[in-house]
């Protein structure tokens, strides 16, 4: 079954540094990986995805993320946080159907200046 | 009104009480999503709908009751819920296909803060 480990329930960093936050995932079929931001009292909105093809994906925001299938991972990065950055963030991966997402547990990421 | 809107976004309700919640896509999408969002617990996915044909149905308890009279609209049914019940419950949207397979971006909105006394 699919499954997704996000490592870290909370991150912080200082304003300007490297955002890394990881996700982990276990799935019997070629996944389909899912990056979202949820911020206070909003729903979640999509940063990016991998579907197939390269596996940089560059997303909104400055964000990216790397498929490593050698791996099982899926991190998110950022060069460099901004305030605005702070927010819970959850990855996800799709089921064996291709009919819906699993979400990790989420990782709220903490900026400070 | 664009994306998707749910209504209402905060509700209060007791054990016995029966409401229902409300999500509209403004999208033209085919594929509509109930999540069910408890603090400290990953998102879980209560009912998919595609084309507006009941797909998943998540081993949610009855006390949960969907309801998607068009591809625009879906609700939530709600009687005699427990007090574990609340939490947050999101709506999202997505293109959707015809042939089963939608692993495409889902839209979200903003939520419905539940809260069962």
């Known amino acids: 079954a699919q499954s997704v480990t996000q490592l870290g329930s909370h991150v912080s960093v200082s304003e300007g540094a490297l955002v890394l936050l990881r996700c982990n995932y276990s799935?019997?079929?070629?996944?389909?990986l899912f990056w979202y931001v949820q911020y206070p009292n909003q729903g979640l909105q999509l940063l990016l995805k991998?579907?197939?093809?390269?596996?940089l994906v560059k997303g909104i925001n400055g964000f990216e993320a790397e498929f490593k299938k050698s791996e099982t991972s899926f991190h998110l990065t950022k060069p460099s946080a901004h305030m605005s950055d702070a927010a819970e963030y959850f990855c996800?991966?799709?089921?064996?159907?291709?009919?819906?997402?699993?979400f990790g547990k989420g990782t709220t990421l903490s900026v400070s200046s | 009104e664009t994306g998707v809107t749910q209504t209402p976004r905060h509700l209060v309700m007791g054990m016995t009480n029966k409401k229902s919640l409300k999500c509209e896509q403004h999208?033209?999408?085919?594929?509509m999503y109930w999540y069910k969002q408890s603090a400290k617990k990953p998102l879980e996915l209560m009912f998919v709908?595609?084309?507006?044909?009941?797909?998943e149905n998540n081993s949610v308890p009855s006390r949960f009751s969907p309801e998607c009279p068009n591809s625009s609209h879906l609700f939530l049914h709600l009687h005699t819920l427990q007090p574990e019940d609340s939490a947050l419950y999101l709506c999202?949207?997505?293109?959707?296909?015809?042939?089963?397979?939608?692993?495409?971006?889902?839209?979200f909105g903003p939520g419905t803060r539940l809260l069962v006394l």
């Open positions: 996800a991966v799709s089921n064996q159907a291709g009919t819906a997402l699993i």
């Open positions: 999202a949207s997505s293109q959707g296909s015809a042939s089963g397979g939608m692993v495409e971006t889902q839209y």
């Open positions: 999208l033209g999408h085919n594929a």
């Open positions: 799935s019997s079929v070629p996944p389909y």
């Open positions: 709908y595609n084309f507006k044909e009941q797909t």
């Open positions: 991998y579907t197939t093809g390269a596996t």
